[in-house]
């Protein structure tokens, strides 16, 4: 009988593995040695990307840091001069309208030595509260001057507030007050008070517009324009200024500037006038995005040169990367609904099993409830398919003529019981005009209406009321669903119709939802040729609108 020796057997064994991976290595050396020149290039294509994005985005930043403070200063300047100058002219003394003392009044202005005033004004009062308005030019001398009919109405439109402050004797303040109904006659008073703060003159300014846009402003604009930038690059910048119209007053140079445009409004004189700074050429931003381009494009055709057939395989694998975080975004946003309903169904059904409900009205309290929870679940199942529908291209519709009035009718009638149950009022409103048919797919927009509906329930917080509207607008059916809930913010409302997003708030993240039902809504609605349309303010409900064209003839 032969011996048998186990350390021989593991030495067998173990020859004949190290073997093996010898000889696999052996038949794929090239496969090893493409990874691993692949992994080096990967790693300074990914060092190489990192740093040139961390360039372009600290350049941006630099820049639009300084245009934002060039305007800043551009806009404190302005304030501050016509603020230092009202202060200086109009601060004059209340014993001159106490004694009536207009010539030292006069002298006041002409001390006060301003700039880019048109007529300076006081509005005084006689003894019987009457009052009267006289007018310094301060070109001609500060003489008399007699106003024109706008000069004399801008004035006493500005003023009116402060006369009926003296004749109710309400107590004022002493702050500067800014007027520009008037355009051409912008007007910057003060008034003048007593020991008890009562009104008994007011002393003001008519600005002179063109000084304004002809003198100071192009001062100002490249004074500062040579304190915050290098003399070398001040070329590159087209710096101009647009009144409430967006009528171009002033511009530093002539030219087409770039898209990346900042814009500033002043805050004590001219308002609606604003100061806009773009790029002349090349942005910095646009020169680091190309060179960024070129340095990974060359890095790329580098792999795939060396790589071949490599480079297909990190294709792949991007590709499965890319659908494993679709996979994972789409179960973040849908599993806490699938877990809620599911729970509530096992819990009932097991207290119903146990026979532990013995009260008639009970055991129908709990079945209407498993119902409900069902019905949620049927819901967001018909949802997922009507999503992948729509992103497969497999959707499709049966057009036909319908009353909308009708539709809107049965997705009303659809959530009845959710309306009793969540303590809803609903208003609908009809157009009493009569109101054309409209070809669509039935079903798919009585859907749509009824995730616009659950919509508007879902984000009513503690106000419980549902407006609908259907009437008819410019050439199409409109159907609007409103609540007086928690409102959206603007930049929410530009992606609230985007695929599983939720608005990034608290008491939203608390709502259920998959985040698909107005993304439906909206495709539904292109797929119709109609729109959507959204207004809303935070924490003052929202509006959605469907609009539906109308059959032609």
């Known amino acids: 009988m032969p011996q048998h020796f186990p350390d021989l057997d593991i030495q067998r064994v173990w020859g004949s593995t190290s073997l093996k991976f010898q000889t696999f290595f052996r038949k794929h050396f090239l496969y090893f040695g493409f990874g691993f020149l692949a992994l080096v290039l990967l790693i300074m294509l990914g060092l190489q990307m990192r740093s040139l994005r961390n360039l372009e985005q600290s350049t941006g930043a630099v820049r639009r840091l300084d245009i934002r403070n060039y305007l800043l200063a551009v806009a404190i300047n302005i304030q501050d001069f016509y603020e230092k100058m009202a202060r200086d002219a109009l601060s004059v003394p209340s014993d001159f309208?106490?004694?009536?003392?207009?010539?030292?009044?006069?002298?006041?202005?002409?001390?006060?030595?301003?700039?880019?005033?048109?007529?300076?004004?006081?509005?005084?009062?006689?003894?019987?509260?009457?009052?009267?308005?006289?007018?310094?030019?301060?070109?001609?001398?500060?003489?008399?001057?007699?106003?024109?009919?706008?000069?004399?109405?801008?004035?006493?439109?500005?003023?009116?507030?402060?006369?009926?402050?003296?004749?109710?004797?309400?107590?004022?303040?002493?702050?500067?007050?800014?007027?520009?109904?008037?355009?051409?006659?912008?007007?910057?008073?003060?008034?003048?008070?007593?020991?008890?703060?009562?009104?008994?003159?007011?002393?003001?300014?008519?600005?002179?517009?063109?000084?304004?846009?002809?003198?100071?402003?192009?001062?100002?604009?490249?004074?500062?324009?040579?304190?915050?930038?290098?003399?070398?690059?001040?070329?590159?910048?087209?710096?101009?200024?647009?009144?409430?119209?967006?009528?171009?007053?002033?511009?530093?140079?002539?030219?087409?500037?770039?898209?990346?445009?900042?814009?500033?409004?002043?805050?004590?004189?001219?308002?609606?006038?604003?100061?806009?700074?773009?790029?002349?050429?090349?942005?910095?931003?646009?020169?680091?995005?190309?060179?960024?381009?070129?340095?990974?494009?060359?890095?790329?055709?580098?792999?795939?040169?060396?790589?071949?057939?490599?480079?297909?395989?990190?294709?792949?694998?991007?590709?499965?990367?890319?659908?494993?975080?679709?996979?994972a975004d789409f179960v973040s946003n849908i599993s806490h609904e699938l877990?809620?309903?599911?729970?509530?169904?096992?819990?009932?059904?097991?207290?119903?099993?146990?026979?532990?409900?013995?009260?008639p009205e009970a055991f129908q309290k709990y079945g209407q409830q498993i119902e409900s929870e069902a019905q949620r679940l049927g819901n967001l199942i018909d949802k997922m398919l009507d999503f992948s529908k729509i992103e497969s291209g497999q959707k499709g519709y049966e057009f036909q003529e319908a009353d909308v009035g009708q539709l809107v009718s049965d997705a009303l009638n659809a959530l009845e019981l959710e309306f009793e149950q969540g303590g809803f009022a609903v208003d609908y409103y009809v157009s009493p005009q009569p109101l054309p048919p409209v070809m669509m797919d039935k079903e798919a927009i009585t859907e749509a209406f009824v995730n616009l509906l659950d919509n508007a329930m879902k984000y009513s917080g503690a106000n419980k009321y549902i407006g609908v509207q259907l009437g008819r607008k410019n050439g199409f059916i409109t159907v609007s669903v409103s609540d007086r809930g928690i409102g959206l913010q603007p930049e929410d409302q530009k992606k609230v119709f985007e695929k599983f997003y939720r608005v990034s708030t608290g008491y939203v993240h608390n709502v259920k939802g998959s985040g698909l039902g107005l993304s439906i809504v909206k495709n539904t609605v292109d797929a119709h040729h109609g729109k959507i349309t959204v207004e809303s303010g935070l924490g003052q409900g929202s509006t959605f609108t469907v609009h539906l064209p109308i059959i032609e003839g």
Request: hydrophobic letters at 45%.
């Open 97 to 327: 309208f106490v004694k009536r003392e207009y010539e030292e009044i006069a002298n006041h202005f002409r001390r006060a030595k301003p700039k880019g005033v048109k007529l300076f004004f006081l509005l005084d009062f006689d003894e019987t509260g009457a009052s009267q308005i006289l007018f310094y030019d301060p070109n001609k001398g500060f003489t008399l001057h007699v106003p024109t009919a706008l000069e004399m109405n801008a004035v006493k439109v500005a003023t009116i507030p402060w006369v009926l402050f003296r004749e109710r004797a309400v107590p004022a303040n002493r702050n500067l007050v800014v007027d520009e109904r008037d355009p051409e006659n912008r007007i910057i008073f003060k008034p003048s008070l007593d020991n008890a703060f009562r009104v008994i003159g007011i002393v003001g300014m008519i600005i002179e517009p063109a000084f304004f846009r002809e003198y100071l402003l192009p001062k100002l604009i490249q004074k500062n324009l040579q304190e915050f930038f290098p003399e070398e690059s001040q070329k590159d910048f087209i710096i101009s200024v647009h009144d409430g119209d967006g009528r171009q007053l002033f511009a530093t140079q002539h030219g087409q500037g770039q898209g990346d445009e900042f814009l500033r409004p002043w805050r004590f004189v001219f308002t609606e006038w604003y100061l806009k700074v773009q790029s002349r050429y090349i942005t910095p931003e646009q020169w680091a995005s190309r060179n960024f381009l070129l340095s990974l494009s060359i890095a790329i055709l580098m792999i795939v040169t060396l790589l071949g057939g490599f480079f297909f395989l990190m294709q792949n694998a991007s590709r499965t990367v890319k659908l494993s975080q679709m996979k």
């Open 339 to 359: 877990r809620t309903p599911l729970s509530s169904i096992k819990v009932l059904a097991e207290f119903m099993r146990l026979g532990r409900v013995k009260n």
